[in-house]
Each structure stands twice: as structure tokens, then as C-alpha cells.
């Protein structure tokens, strides 16, 4: 440790001093930051997180102070810890799912536990029969099965219908014989499975008796099972299951990704899933779902909440960014000599970063609402056998979940970036968020494959649109009520759509561009007979433009609710326009090509872009403050509330850091490394 601390102790940063800025920051606005933080979070959702806070501090397990210096197996250890714990706690104290969630949330890293209590709960609730529940919910809600979701494969990702392990039924056994026949049919990237879980839901090519043809077997696609993994008592995998880590990852260093083989494994019967589609004991007949999405219905319920998650995970990134732009000084305004540097965000070079992700975040926020009421609306259906509004929530949830997670991704970077050479330090907050978050355009589903299932079905809807024997059943609002709409109106006929106008007229703005661009790809797909591999980007358009229509929608029908508060009211405008003129200018070649959109107002999307950044700018800091994200999962010396920036960099670095706890020997002659410690030969022992 360095000498003369005292003098360090003595030394403050330059004035003016950051946190009297952010407080200034925070006066000059007029937003109302608790009443706009219980309309965005919910009053007992901060209350949760307020008592959470306190029980997490008073723990050791749960501080982070030195975790960015533990090595990969003791950043697992340290998850596991923090697991067990959480477990500990929510007995003790009788814990809601919604108040373990939230710890999980607080800690910020990914637990190796919490896959047990989301996909692999979820998927036993949607998939498995009443008896199957009945046995095993009681025993997953106890902890006694923790368990994992093993889709993925080495070989196959996305294309679920690709992946290779096998399930074999034998009536005669009245068992599933689960084989990996290939290196690249290990299951692969499942998460708590390598090292935590004793039980997963395993996804198989169902291969049941072909009837008449004895000794061949017919392929029924991908089906779960309920698998027992790790024995209860020894936690060794069972006989037959090679399962294990698969090691150090671009994040997420607490989570123990799986590989896993199996070698004719068995399993009974009673281990496939069979609340939609059955396996008859006897003779291995297969009785087939209503929906086949249902099958996947635990990523459909995933992915209608990425919204939600996305602007959770977006607004940490911005709660860092802005603050720390708004106290940050850089250069001297020559025409105010002897004032202070300007402050970073009053740049609109930052500001063009910065202020349209604030407005997106705010938009995730009112369409995931909109997302949560569908899911509720199908699942309600589903469960009374309406499978109606299945497809299309599969769809959308698709769409949206590529878009959400593209924004919230390419924004943490944007905001790591704006934050200069300090949001390159871990000391940023910024770099584990980054890392660990870009796992979320790839995994539950690769974010350009599933915006073409979305494409997909809206071409599908596109072609009842245009047929005039189907007679639409939709409901107002949805997609084919939408595409039928333009079609009838042939595209409102020349009216021209005001882009610059009343707020309502962008909804409509970007509904018409998107079913104008979806005709024209059915067009081109149907009638022109393009092959599909020609149309794959054109889709992919197509899918962004519906979920930023879908989007436009939301956050417009938001400004409408009597549950937004005054003090926001003002400014809420505002950012839907900013978030909406700057998809507009993402999709600039589809709007120039409508002919109802005014190309004079196109042009001038620019300008007003700037006008709407200069009225949200004095907003910034306290529109980050309102989504309430305590300092204790920022995590960052940029982001603290408190504007202490430079103080907490400096303690963190000199007082923090263990390296340096340790005088190194710096000498190459000497095989010493550091001063009285390990030479080089023991400590090459341990590469």
C-alpha cells in the first residue's frame, strides 16, 4: 500500500464539485422523481427493494467490494454462496418469488440457482400434466430439485428443431432410452446445469415405434423431459449423463454453462412432459398438441418479459452515463472566459447518444406493459383450449425480443462509450454489465433468426389480408386487422401522413410504412417467387419496423392513461417523438418510399431532433433517477446518486485493489515476483 495516506485523505477534486452539480442538476427540473419512480416501478416494488437492500448489507456473502478481482472458479463459488444464502433467507422470512427475484436483481450477477425458480419452474407449470405438477412443484417450490433447461445444443442453437439427442421410447421397458449420437448432439450453454443442477428439462427428438414396421421409429420433432441429472445425496452426475462446465465465457462468470452427453440413458415414461401431447404407455402411439407453439411456451413467456427486462437493464446503463456526463467537465466555452468546462452532456455529440436511449427506455417500459396484458389475454385463452392468440404472441414476443435486447445491448455499449476513458474501468459499472448482457441477443433465440418467425406470420397475416374469401375474426388492433386495414384503404389513398404533427398521426405513420413493406415482401415472396434466402434481410426490416410500430403504439397509447403523473405529463411527449424520429431515421428507405409520407418533413427530422434533445436535456438526470436503481447494483464510482465520483475512483483504486497490497520484483534477473511471495517457477505450476 502506498505511503502518506494522510495526504491523500487531505486532497478533493476540482471545483465544482460533482455532487454539488447533480444536485443542481436535480433542482433545475421539475420532475417530481418519487411520484414518477411508483408510476414506472410501483410503490411496493420500491418499498421491496428498500427492505431487500437493508437484508443484503447486513450479510458478508453479499458484498462486492473485491469481486471484480476473484478468479472465474471463485466468482461460481462466490454465486453459489450468494444462492444458498437467498434460499436461507426466503425461508426464514417467508419470501414472495417477487422478493427473491428482486435480491437476485440487487446482486447483479447471474446466480447459478435462479434457472431452477424461472425456465425450468415454468416449463414444469405450462408443460407437465396435473399429476406430474402435483409430484414435482411441491418439491421445486422446497428447493430440494434444482434444476436447469437444456436446449441448446454444441451443434444446434436457434433451429430447435435441428437439435440431435435422441429419446427412444421401448414399450416393452415402458422407458426413453436418451442417446447423444454425435459430438455436436452434447447439450451446450445451458445455464446452472454444468455444475449446480440435479435435475433439468431436457429437449430430444421424440422417435416413437413406427407402426406395422417393426424395429424402425418415426421422429415426432423436439419434446422436454423431466431428467434427473446429479444423484441427490452425492451430487455426482447418474450413470449414463456426462454433464460439466464449459468454462470461461465473455460474462457471466458466476454461471455454470453446461455440456452434457448421454449414453443410452433411461428414463421412465413419466418423464415426458404431457399436458398437450401424450405418449401411450402401452403402445407408444403419439397423440399430438392443439398448438404446436405451446410446446415452446416457456420462451414465449420469457420473451414477452425482455421489454421489461431491457429497459431495466438499458436504464442502468443511463443512470451511469447521465449522471456521470452531467458532473463530468471537458474544454472552456471560449466565449465565457473564467467559467467552468462545460459539462459533457451539453454537447449534442453526447447528447445524440444519450437522450434517444433515454427515450427508448421509456418506450420499452409502456410496451412491455402492453406485452404483459397479451401474454396474460393468450395464456387465459389457452387454458380454456383457445389457441387462438397464440401464434400471433409468439410472434410478436419474437419481434419484440429482438428489437428490446438489439436497443438495450448496442445502448450499454453507447453509454460505456459516452463515459470516455473511465467507462473503460471496472470502476464504471459498465464493463460486467456490458459483458454479461451481450449474451442476450443470441440466447433464447439468435435475434436475426427469430425476427423471421415474426416475419413470417405477418406475411401470413399479410396474405388473409388481401384474400377476400377469409373473413377476418382478429380483433382490433392486431396484425391482420392492421394489414387488412391498409389493404381495404389501400393505403389511406394519397393522404399524407403528418410526421410533425399530433402524436397520434405516428403511430399510424409507422404502421402504414410497416404493412406497405409487408405487402410488398409477400409480393415478392408469393408472386414474384423469389427464393427465401433472397428475402431473409428484407424480413428481418420487416420484423424491426413492426415492433417499432408496435412500440409508437404503446408509448402513444400511454400518453392517454390518467395514471401518468403531472409532473412527467409535460415531457412525456417529448420522448415519444424523439424515440419515434429516430426509428424513423433507422428506417429512412422504408419511409422515403411511402408515398403518404411528407418527404419535406423527413428532411426535417434532423433539426427537430436537436429542438427535442435541448428540452429533454435539463430532465436527464432526475427522467434516470425515477426508474430508482440504488447505488448498490449500479456498482459504479461514474453513476453514484450522490455525484462522489472522483473520491470513490480514487478509494477503490488505492484503498481496494489487492494488487496493490503487494510490492512485485520487477527485476529480470531474479525469478522472484514479488517482494518475499512466489518465484516464477511455483507460479507457472498453476497455469
Same mark, same amino acid.
Given at each position: 500500500?502506498?505511503?502518506?495516506? *494522510?495526504?491523500?485523505?487531505?486532497?478533493?477534486?476540482?471545483?465544482?464539485?460533482?455532487?454539488?452539480?447533480?444536485?443542481?442538476e436535480r433542482n433545475g427540473s421539475n420532475i417530481k422523481t418519487t411520484e414518477v419512480a411508483e408510476h414506472l416501478r410501483g410503490r411496493n416494488e420500491l418499498r421491496r427493494q428498500q427492505w431487500l437492500l437493508h437484508t443484503l448489507a447486513s450479510h458478508q456473502v453479499f458484498d462486492k467490494s473485491n469481486q471484480a478481482n476473484l478468479s472465474r472458479p471463485d466468482r461460481y463459488r462466490l454465486g453459489l454462496a450468494r444462492g444458498k444464502q437467498l434460499i436461507r433467507l426466503a425461508k426464514a422470512n417467508n419470501w414472495s418469488d417477487a422478493d427473491f427475484d428482486m435480491a437476485i436483481w440487487l446482486i447483479g450477477d447471474m446466480n447459478p440457482l435462479v434457472l431452477s425458480k424461472s425456465m425450468f419452474r415454468q416449463t414444469i407449470r405450462e408443460q407437465a400434466n396435473d399429476d406430474q405438477q402435483r409430484r414435482w412443484l411441491p418439491r421445486i417450490e422446497n428447493w430440494d430439485f434444482i434444476g436447469a433447461y437444456a436446449q441448446s445444443e454444441m451443434g444446434h442453437g436457434s433451429n430447435v428443431r435441428g437439435i440431435e439427442l435422441e429419446a427412444r421410447y421401448e414399450p416393452e421397458s415402458k422407458e426413453f432410452v436418451l442417446h447423444s449420437p454425435t459430438l455436436t448432439s452434447s447439450k451446450w450453454w445451458n445455464g446452472g446445469l454444468g455444475k449446480t443442477a440435479n435435475w433439468s428439462i431436457v429437449m430430444a427428438q421424440l422417435l416413437l415405434p413406427s407402426e406395422g414396421k417393426a424395429g424402425e421409429y418415426e421422429n415426432y420433432g423436439p419434446h422436454p423431459f423431466m431428467v434427473q441429472v446429479r444423484d441427490m445425496k452425492?451430487?455426482?452426475?447418474?450413470?449414463?449423463?456426462?454433464?460439466?462446465?464449459?468454462?470461461?465465457?465473455?460474462?457471466?462468470?458466476?454461471?455454470?454453462?453446461?455440456?452434457?452427453?448421454?449414453?443410452?440413458?433411461?428414463?421412465?415414461?413419466?418423464?415426458?412432459?404431457?399436458?398437450?401431447?401424450?405418449?401411450?404407455?402401452?403402445?407408444?402411439?403419439?397423440?399430438?398438441?392443439?398448438?404446436?407453439n405451446l410446446i415452446y411456451g416457456s420462451l414465449t413467456q420469457m420473451r414477452t418479459r425482455y421489454a421489461m427486462e431491457s429497459r431495466m437493464t438499458l436504464a442502468r446503463g443511463l443512470t451511469v452515463a447521465i449522471r456521470y456526463t452531467s458532473v463530468r467537465r471537458q474544454f472552456n466555452d471560449s466565449k465565457k472566459p473564467g467559467a467552468p468546462e462545460n459539462a459533457v452532456l451539453d454537447y449534442s455529440t453526447v447528447q445524440i447518444r444519450l437522450l434517444p436511449l433515454l427515450a427508448a427506455c421509456y418506450a420499452l417500459h409502456y410496451t412491455g406493459l402492453e406485452m404483459g396484458k397479451l401474454y396474460t389475454n393468450a395464456r387465459a385463452k389457452a387454458d380454456k383450449g383457445d389457441f387462438s392468440a397464440m401464434n400471433e404472441l409468439h410472434a410478436v414476443s419474437s419481434g419484440l425480443k429482438s428489437r428490446g435486447t438489439e436497443i438495450a445491448a448496442n445502448g450499454i455499449e453507447t453509454c460505456r462509450r459516452a463515459c470516455g476513458g473511465h467507462g473503460y474501468g471496472a470502476y464504471s459499472g459498465m464493463v460486467q454489465l456490458n459483458a454479461d448482457y451481450l449474451s442476450k441477443p443470441t440466447v433464447e433465440g439468435d435475434n436475426w433468426m427469430i425476427t423471421q418467425q415474426n416475419a413470417r406470420y405477418i406475411?401470413?397475416?399479410?396474405?388473409?389480408?388481401?384474400?377476400?374469401?377469409?373473413?377476418?375474426?382478429?380483433?382490433?388492433?392486431?396484425? *391482420?386487422?392492421?394489414?387488412?386495414?391498409?389493404?381495404?384503404?389501400?393505403?389511406?389513398?394519397?393522404?399524407?401522413?403528418?410526421?410533425?404533427?399530433?402524436?397520434?398521426?405516428?403511430?399510424?405513420?409507422? *404502421?402504414?410504412?410497416?404493412?406497405?413493406?409487408?405487402?410488398?415482401?409477400?409480393?415478392?415472396?408469393?408472386? *414474384?417467387?423469389?427464393p427465401e434466402t433472397d428475402l431473409l434481410i428484407q424480413r428481418h426490416e420487416l420484423s424491426i419496423m413492426q415492433s417499432s410500430a408496435m412500440m409508437v403504439r404503446a408509448f402513444t397509447n400511454a400518453l392517454e392513461s390518467p395514471d401518468i403523473p403531472s409532473s412527467l405529463r409535460p415531457i412525456l411527449p417529448d420522448l415519444l417523438r424523439l424515440f419515434a424520429y429516430t426509428a424513423i431515421q433507422q428506417h429512412m428507405f422504408e419511409f422515403q418510399s411511402a408515398p403518404f409520407i411528407d418527404r419535406i418533413e423527413l428532411a426535417q427530422l434532423p433539426d427537430k431532433i436537436l429542438v427535442l434533445m435541448r428540452r429533454i436535456r435539463p430532465h436527464a438526470v432526475c427522467l434516470v433517477d425515477a426508474f430508482g436503481i440504488p447505488d448498490y447494483l449500479l456498482e459504479s464510482s461514474l453513476g453514484r446518486s450522490d455525484g462522489k465520483v472522483y473520491e470513490d475512483m480514487f478509494h477503490r483504486a488505492h484503498r481496494l485493489n489487492p494488487l496493490n497490497e503487494v510490492i512485485f520484483n520487477s527485476d529480470w534477473r531474479s525469478n522472484k515476483l514479488d517482494v518475499g511471495g512466489k518465484d516464477y517457477p511455483k507460479f507457472l505450476s498453476k497455469l
Open positions: 500500500m502506498p505511503q502518506d495516506d *494522510e495526504f491523500v485523505n487531505d486532497l478533493k477534486p476540482s471545483e465544482p464539485q460533482c455532487s454539488n452539480t447533480l444536485a443542481a452425492t451430487f455426482k452426475p447418474l450413470p449414463g449423463i456426462m454433464v460439466g462446465d464449459i468454462g470461461p465465457k465473455y460474462g457471466y462468470a458466476t454461471m455454470d454453462n453446461a455440456y452434457m452427453l448421454f449414453n443410452n440413458h433411461r428414463v421412465p415414461h413419466d418423464a415426458f412432459l404431457s399436458r398437450y401431447s401424450q405418449v401411450d404407455l402401452s403402445t407408444g402411439r403419439y397423440k399430438r398438441p392443439q398448438n404446436a406475411l401470413k397475416m399479410a396474405g388473409k389480408a388481401q384474400d377476400p374469401k377469409q373473413q377476418s375474426r382478429s380483433p382490433y388492433g392486431s396484425l *391482420e386487422a392492421q394489414l387488412r386495414q391498409f389493404h381495404q384503404t389501400k393505403g389511406g389513398s394519397t393522404a399524407t401522413i403528418r410526421l410533425l404533427g399530433d402524436t397520434n398521426t405516428l403511430s399510424t405513420a409507422f *404502421e402504414h410504412v410497416m404493412a406497405g413493406l409487408a405487402f410488398k415482401v409477400h409480393k415478392a415472396q408469393v408472386i *414474384e417467387k423469389r
